[in-house]
């Protein structure tokens, strides 16, 4: 339920700024996930894209998930990223764009979230920049696919620096004005660690205005 919360908290911070600064168009999306494959687990995401002037973007996204180490409790992530896309080309159907911005991850075990401690390494937090590509694709009527991919090539991670990979593929379609059902495909990964997602799918509801 907490991390639901956090998830609806973050669309609507995004939202709500969008509105406050008469924002052209909103695209934003929230999932339920879950693993497939050997990573077993489950999470939530969600997504908000605001054009807050003309071919400029807003751009961020949420994820939170936690694994399970065979039968027992593994590890848990929460990844937010917050930046900026710039709109290359806008055809009738396609929309393509580019951009970056900041990456902010905290990957924990249940045997380190119970110490106390300000220690970010012992927390697993990481931070850094990173660029994006990212495409919206209109293949039918009702359809719309978005699709985009991160790389983070010095995330801060404990006292050295790694590289975080993120990518998802969402397919929505219309069911009322404004408003699809939508599945996501969702995978992160950090270099030279245990840190991944694996492959997440699932589903939930997308909003465009």
Do not use: C, W
Not at 57 to 68: C, E, I, L, W
Not at 135 to 144: M, V
Not at 186 to 206: A, E, Q
């Amino acid at each position: 339920m907490k991390r639901l919360i956090a998830v609806l908290a973050v669309l609507t911070m995004v939202l709500g700024a969008s509105l406050a600064a008469g924002a052209v168009s909103v695209d934003g999306d929230v999932s339920y996930l879950i693993g497939l494959g050997q990573q077993k687990g489950q999470g939530f995401a969600a997504h908000a894209q605001v054009e807050v002037m003309k071919d400029i973007f807003a751009d961020a996204s949420f994820v939170s998930a936690s694994f399970k180490d065979g039968e027992e409790k593994g590890p848990s992530d929460t990844l937010l990223t917050i930046g900026g896309l710039y709109r290359v080309a806008n055809e009738e159907d396609l929309q393509i764009f580019v951009g970056g911005g900041y990456a902010m991850l905290t990957h924990k075990h249940d045997e380190v979230a119970a110490v106390d401690t300000t220690d970010e390494a012992d927390k697993g937090q990481g931070q850094g920049l990173f660029g994006k590509f990212g495409f919206k694709l209109i293949p039918a009527p009702k359809f719309t696919l978005f699709a985009d991919v991160a790389f983070a090539p010095k995330l801060k991670l404990g006292e050295g620096s790694k590289t975080l990979t993120t990518a998802r593929a969402t397919v929505a379609y219309e069911v009322m004005e404004n408003i699809s059902v939508q599945g996501t495909v969702k995978h992160y990964r950090v270099s030279d660690s245990d840190i991944t997602s694996g492959i997440l799918v699932g589903g939930g509801v997308s909003v465009t205005f």
